[in-house]
């Protein structure tokens, strides 16, 4: 069993027990992991309780003896400078709060039969909690970054379905990483493996010559670009500023067949988004339409309903990004006459604030065919 320690008792590690006392009430006698109390650098809580368990010095809990202190904080840098280096206690001792999310998460599903936990469990014996945990297999390819110099812009070359290579760039700020004095990123194309639960497009769920193509959320394009060369028209939709300028030069060969949106797909058209239903009017036609959005995609589905009850298409819709979103897609889609299923494998989506409260597993994206 871990003894473990938690560092912090403020207004996220107040969260984070909430949590735990809504999905696992029996956290507090378990044979997984064990709370000895909590750790805090303000000696006015020193022996008071925190949710229900005793607040101590940092010196204190080191000479009591532990497995790990986990660090129960959004932004816990400066606590790990401290543990570490001014408290000498090893990087392997100090875990961050989504090590705890795991032993919490363990002991929720421990009874489960649902095979993709199973298999989950017992990757986390040995490994970090990740997004994807065993479904993927580690980036292997490395994109070398090259200057544009005559824009003064970073691009990696992508090799597309038709074999070509085309530039994908990036804005000049972008944090790639820094490789024998020059600088690469990771396969842009690493969550489109063949079994990943983010996979988009597949064998009888695919793109074909032609078609007509909404990328909604193109992030760095990676998407788009994939297909450009053999669709017939592509509407990208991509709010984050950020992006218009390295979008505009990666899709630039394409202009012709291009149409970018610098807003968000939503129910409602306004300064900042637009619907689907306004783009597409009531004639023009549409075969694939792919969404990773934020969160946004069941009001971008709802700005899509004349248009998807009125087409036959392909759908590719992310469901991970909320607690509901799997259920609600799949309700909205069935309603408008499409037949629908999800991506292998499970995603736990770490950036949800919410994910504290839920502790759950999600599927990463819901296929629609029509």
Known sequence: MNRIYLWGTGHFSDKVMLGAEKNV???????????????????????????????????????????????????????????????????????????????LMTLKYKDTSDSDIIETLIYWKSNELSMFNYHLE?????????????????????????????????????????????????????EQQENSPHLYTFDGHNIGDGDIIVDGGVCEGN????????????????????????????????????????????NRSGYRTITLDEVFGDNDKLDFIKMDIEGSEIAALEGAKDLLNREKMKLSICSYHNFEDERIIKTLLSKLGYK???????????????????????????????
């Open 223 to 266: 998407f788009g670009l994939m297909y450009a060369e053999i669709t017939a028209s592509l509407y990208l939709f991509e709010q984050d500023y950020w992006w218009k300028e390295a979008n505009y030069y990666t899709f630039k060969n394409f202009e012709r067949k291009v149409k970018y949106f610098n807003k968000g797909l939503s």
């Open 138 to 190: 580690p980036p292997r390819k490395q994109h070398q970054v090259i200057w544009d110099k005559k824009i003064n812009l970073p691009y990696v070359e992508l090799d597309d379905v038709v074999g070509k290579k085309q530039r994908m760039y990036f804005p000049r700020n972008y944090q790639f990483k820094r490789c024998n004095g020059g600088q690469v990123l990771d396969d842009i194309l690493w």
């Open 340 to 370: 629908t299923t999800t991506s292998n494998g499970l995603v736990v989506f770490l950036w949800d604030d919410n994910i504290w409260w839920n502790m759950d597993f999600r599927k990463g994206i819901v296929y629609g065919d029509k």
């Open 25 to 103: 009430p029996y956290y507090r006698n378990n044979d997984i992991f064990s709370i000895k109390g909590f750790i805090d650098n303000d000696s006015s809580k020193y022996n008071q309780l925190f949710h229900n368990y005793k607040i101590v010095s940092p010196g204190e809990a080191i000479d009591s003896g532990f497995d790990y202190i986990i660090m129960l904080m959004e932004n816990d840098w400066d606590a790990k400078i401290q543990i570490t280096y001014g408290y000498g206690i090893p990087e392997d001792k100090v875990k961050d709060k989504y090590f705890f999310l795991k032993l």
